[in-house]
């Protein structure tokens, strides 16, 4: 069973940068896609950022431009470099990771996920 487990969440102030790193450990050669996805308080889970193996991403439209999803697949990890943060990216962020090759669809692991607080 894949495991992942993030890490790098914490408190920012507006217009502010964090890095989201998250390790995947057990058969994670297994792994193809892997991506972030956010749940802010009272919202549902939402994709933010995704990526396979071969380097194709999808972003969702919010964070275009301001987040970079990247990856290092001999690692197993993949990371979310965020700047220029709003109150409104303020939400639990989750690792996540599928076997098949594409940008979009289900994820068969998921991580616990991380907080992430932007606020003055």
């Known amino acids: 069973q894949v495991q992942l487990v993030e890490s790098g969440g914490g408190l920012v102030q507006p217009g502010g940068s964090l890095r989201l790193s998250c390790a995947a450990s057990?058969?994670?050669?297994?792994?193809?896609?892997m991506g972030w996805y956010r749940q802010a308080p009272g919202k549902q889970r939402e994709l933010v950022a995704r990526?396979?193996?071969?380097?194709?991403?999808n972003y969702a439209d919010s964070v275009k431009d301001r987040f970079t999803i990247s990856r290092d697949s001999a690692k197993g990890t993949v990371y979310l470099q965020m700047n220029s943060l709003k109150p409104e990216d303020t939400a639990v962020y989750y690792c996540a990771a599928a076997s098949t090759p594409t940008i979009s669809g289900p994820m068969d692991y998921w991580g616990k996920g991380t907080l992430v607080t932007v606020s003055s």
């Open positions: 990526i396979t193996r071969g380097g194709l991403t």
């Open positions: 057990g058969p994670w050669f297994s792994i193809n896609a």
